[in-house]
Each structure stands twice: as structure tokens, then as C-alpha cells.
């Protein structure tokens, strides 16, 4: 029987509970196509800070690397909220995204058939359905880049700096390019070079990459144009490249899209099968331990572990197609709606596990 070796980072906040259902869905659809996983259960966020002082202890990363592929739930809180920037819980997890040097940063946002009455969107926008990739530049940047306070004329000041080389957009940039490839061959990149240096060199290093793949039909699009055309005409999309903190904020609008926060998956790579798998959504500590929290994101993100880390394609389609069935009858708060059986956190998962097996 194959062994996979996972590390698995709980978090704080509902990341535990979700991460759990995660678990017992992998476990699950392990029995039925003949594969076990090994967990590693590690320290990261707030819940490190609390054990060890750190938000990401030598010790996590060197069990990252001992792995395969790393789980990891949500971290933050407000508990930690006042600590200094580099000591609280999300430093751990740039921090670990930066270790593992996870620059691709996949971020799938689409629509589920039956959730399509989620959606803020109205039908006649969002049309036959929605399926966007937007591929994430995770370990550049404004998060990376140089940051500091200083006086300004006497006056207190600080500063945060968006910096790119081109090795980096080009990586993405494949990253990206390869991606389009597999789907409708139509890639976005995003930017906003009216005003940014670093958006230039974007556009014209995406335009260099773009030679090697003549038959992905390219368009440039402005950050903020972007923001309004994925509520106005979100279909135009296939897939979506751009940097680090222009992902982070059109990820969130995307899933938005798709009826919940809770409902949107992420992979980070590396560039090889190695990758950590995340929802993009937070701790979210204001409904933690109340068993009300959308585990589907999280259940997600661990069958697009299945397909990239261990190729395992018809296992992560099981997965899929369950939480697709699942919707049909069973919802979380979240995304309640009458005539559904209002379900808890653990009840979700164990209707995505039987699901996935049948
Ligand atoms: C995300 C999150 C993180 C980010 C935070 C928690 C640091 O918002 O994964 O989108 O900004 O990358
Ligand atoms: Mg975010």
C-alpha cells in the first residue's frame, strides 16, 4: 500500500475543526483507493506563540520539509493581535510559505452548481457558471519586501515596499502560462503599471514569457478594473496571474463570487509535486469551537493535494464530486438556505467522507 507523509498545521481559531474533517475525508478515500497517509501534527500561529515563544518553530519547518505535502488550517486571532508585526501568528505562515519557497500560489474560485443561489451575483451575470484560477505570486513583493517606521519631517511614518525581479514574475509567470495550457488557454495578468515600476517590469516580463506560448491568448488588466469586472462580467476570466498582495485581495473578492469564503481552496508549490494546501479564508476566532465553521474549503484544498502532490486524480475527484452532492442536501450556516438540513462542521465532513466512497 502507498504511505503518503503529510505535516499538518492546525492553526488557530476554527483551523483545528476543519482541519479535522479534512483528515477524516483523506482517510476515508485512502481506505477506497488503497493508499494511507502519515500525519505529522505541528505547531504554527498563534497556538506556537502560546507553546514556544515562536509563530514558526525550527522544529515545523524541518517537519515541512520531511513531508511530502503540508495541511494547513487558519491562523490568528485576536489574542495575538497586539504583538509586533514579525512575532505574530500570520509571520509564521509568510514565514513558512517563504521556507518552502511556495511561490505559486493556485487559488480556484468557481461555482458550485448547487450553491449557485449563494452567489451575491445575479444568474443572468454569472451564466453557465464560473471557473477562474487565479494564480498568486506568494513569496515576493510587498510582503517581502523591505519595511520599517521612520520620521517624516518630524512626523511619525512607515513604509512598505513592492519590489519584483523578473526570475520571479517569469516563474509565476510559467506557472501561470502552463495553466491556461490545460484550461481555455486565456490568461489575465493583472497589474497596475498606469502607476507602479514594479507593475511595468510585470507587464513587459509577462509579455517576454508570453512568446513561448503563442496559443494562450493574453490580456493585461489593471487591478482596479479587475476588481469591478469580476463582480460585472466574471466569465471573461479562465485564468488570472498576479503579484502577492493584488491575489490576496482578488482571491477574496472571487470567492465572494462563488457563495462563501468558506468554499474556496488554495494550493502553494514550489515548483515540483511538493506543496502546502490551505483554504484562503482566516481563523475566523469570533465562531471557533462552535462547530458552525465551513470545512469545505479546507476538504478542498486537500483534494487538490490529492491531484498535485500525490496524482492522484480520481481520489481527488471523489472528493470533489461529494462536496458537489453534499450541497444538494446539507448546509452550514454560512451558506444555509431554507429546505436544507442546517449541518455542523463535523456533520459536513462525514457527509463529504461517505460521499467520496460510495
Ligand atoms: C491569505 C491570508 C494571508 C495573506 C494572511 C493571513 C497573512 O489573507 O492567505 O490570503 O495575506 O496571504
Ligand atoms: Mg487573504
Same mark, same amino acid.
Given at each position: ?7 499538518v498545521?492546525k ?10 474533517e ?7 478515500v ?15 500561529? $498563534? ?13 515545523? *519547518?524541518? %517537519? ?10 487558519a491562523v ?23 521556507a518552502? $519557497? ?8 468557481? *461555482? &458550485? ?11 443572468? *451575470?454569472?451564466?453557465? /457558471? ?8 506568494l513569496?515576493?513583493?510587498i510582503? &517581502? ?11 511619525? %511614518? %512607515? ?14 509567470a ?27 517590469l ?26 469591478m ?6 466569465s471573461?476570466?479562465?485564468v ?5 498582495i &493584488? /491575489? ?8 465572494? *463570487? ?15 509535486? +511538493? ?20 470545512p ?13 502532490? &500525490? %496524482? ?27 429546505? +436544507? ?18
Amino acid at each position: 500500500m502507498k504511505n503518503y507523509n503529510i505535516a499538518v498545521l492546525k492553526g488557530d481559531g476554527i483551523g483545528p475543526e476543519i482541519v479535522d474533517e479534512a483528515i477524516k475525508v483523506l482517510d476515508r478515500v485512502g481506505e477506497k483507493f488503497d493508499f494511507k497517509f502519515n500525519y505529522d501534527f505541528r505547531l504554527m500561529g $498563534g497556538c506556537a506563540i502560546d507553546a514556544t515563544g515562536s509563530p514558526l518553530p525550527q522544529e515545523t *519547518i524541518d %517537519a515541512c520539509k520531511n513531508s511530502e505535502s503540508v495541511l494547513l488550517g487558519a491562523v490568528g486571532g485576536w489574542k495575538w493581535d497586539t504583538l509586533p508585526g514579525n512575532q505574530r501568528p500570520e509571520a509564521g505562515l509568510l514565514g513558512i510559505r517563504n521556507a518552502l $519557497g511556495l511561490y505559486a500560489n493556485l487559488r480556484p474560485a468557481k *461555482i &458550485f452548481e448547487p450553491l449557485k443561489e449563494a452567489s451575491p451575483i445575479k444568474d443572468e *451575470i454569472i451564466g453557465d /457558471g464560473l471557473d477562474i484560477m487565479i494564480v498568486r505570486e506568494l513569496t515576493g513583493g510587498i510582503y &517581502f519586501g523591505q519595511r520599517g517606521r521612520k520620521e517624516d519631517n518630524g512626523i511619525p %511614518a %512607515a513604509y512598505d515596499t513592492e519590489m519584483y525581479n523578473v526570475k520571479e514574475i517569469e516563474r509565476i509567470a510559467r506557472v501561470a502560462f502552463d495553466m491556461a495550457m490545460k484550461r481555455q488557454k486565456r490568461l489575465t495578468s493583472v497589474d497596475k503599471a498606469n502607476v507602479l515600476e514594479s507593475s511595468r517590469l510585470w507587464r513587459e516580463t509577462i509579455i517576454n514569457v508570453s512568446k513561448d506560448y503563442p496559443e494562450v491568448e493574453l490580456n493585461h488588466m489593471y487591478v482596479d478594473n479587475c476588481a469591478m469586472q469580476l463582480v460585472r462580467n466574471p466569465s471573461q476570466f479562465d485564468v488570472i496571474v498576479t503579484s502577492n498582495i &493584488f /491575489g490576496d485581495i482578488l482571491s477574496d473578492e472571487a470567492s465572494m *463570487i462563488s457563495g462563501s469564503i468558506g468554499m474556496l481552496a488554495s494550493a502553494s508549490l514550489a515548483g515540483s509535486t +511538493f506543496g502546502l494546501y490551505e483554504p484562503i479564508h482566516g481563523s475566523a476566532p469570533d465562531i471557533a469551537g462552535q462547530s458552525i465553521a465551513n470545512p469545505l474549503a479546507t476538504i478542498l484544498s486537500v483534494a487538490m493535494m490529492l491531484r498535485y502532490t &500525490f %496524482a492522484e486524480k480520481e481520489a481527488a475527484e471523489a472528493i470533489e464530486n461529494a462536496v458537489d452532492e453534499a450541497l444538494k442536501t446539507a448546509r452550514t450556516p454560512d451558506i444555509y438556505k431554507e429546505g +436544507f438540513k442546517k449541518v455542523s462542521t463535523s456533520e459536513m465532513g462525514d457527509l463529504v467522507a461517505e460521499l467520496a466512497v460510495k
